[in-house]
């Protein structure tokens, strides 16, 4: 079993009866989903998903996971999703897989949310990850102006076939290769009162609990605890 394997099904067990779950995206969520997938057949567990993104909504639908839209739900009670980068003092980049926006939306309106990574997505700070901005199509080109002039190496993601990446609400995605983030919070805060930015993918505040493979080994971390 590999570690992203690993951290899929341990967190998977953190589900019970009833529970209204924020399935996340990537690789790592992909394995979580499928083992909810196999609950739901084999021990009969009643759940209510609701998707991060469109892959996560087709791999759901195939396990005949129910679904329900963020908006169709009162709250979530747990939320599982993946990250590019995990800091020590628990902020975290997301967006590697375009889906950073729905994922935040969702976190923000979830009880507990726990990340699940292998030993590779640990930092001491953020940034070497190129850090995913999602912008409006509309004035893009203005934007990677301004952030090349900020010396932030900014790119605009392409699919692997040359055309512009396109997320799952129409937006595109601007990467910012900053090498390391000293303030995330603050930094977070900047970028979300530029004009045409509509999310960003520094995530702080939101977890509650890590679960990380290290070697074939479990860690997990409570995020509530440790700051009190
Ligand atoms: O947009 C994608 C999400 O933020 C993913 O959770 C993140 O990119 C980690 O994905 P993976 O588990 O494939 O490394």
Known sequence: MNQKQLVGIEAASYVSDGMIVGLG?????????????????????HITGVTTSLQSKVQAQ???????????VPYVDLTIDGADEISADHHGIKGGGAALLYEK????Y?????????????????????????????GSKQLLHFFAQKKMAPTLRQRQDGEILLTDSGHYIIDLHLGQID??????????QLTG??????FSDFVTKTIIAKGHHIITTDVKKEKN
């Not at 989903?33 to 021990?43: A, D, F, H, N, P």
């Not at 195939?62 to 169709?72: E, F, G, Q």
């Not at 939306?105 to 923000?108: D, F, H, S």
């Open 105 to 108: 939306i969702v976190a923000t």
């Open 110 to 138: 979830s009880k507990e949310v726990i990340w699940i990574a292998d030993e590779s997505k640990l930092v001491e700070k953020l940034g070497k990850f190129p850090l995913p901005i999602e912008v409006i199509p509309y």
């Open 25 to 45: 995206t990537g690789s790592t969520a992909f394995f979580m989903i499928e083992e909810l997938g196999r609950r739901v057949r084999e021990e009969h567990l």
């Open 62 to 72: 195939k396990l005949n996971i129910p679904l329900k839209s963020i908006d169709d």
């Open 197 to 202: 930015v509509v999310e960003h993918g520094i």
């Open 183 to 192: 303030d995330p919070k603050a930094f977070g805060h900047w970028l979300s």
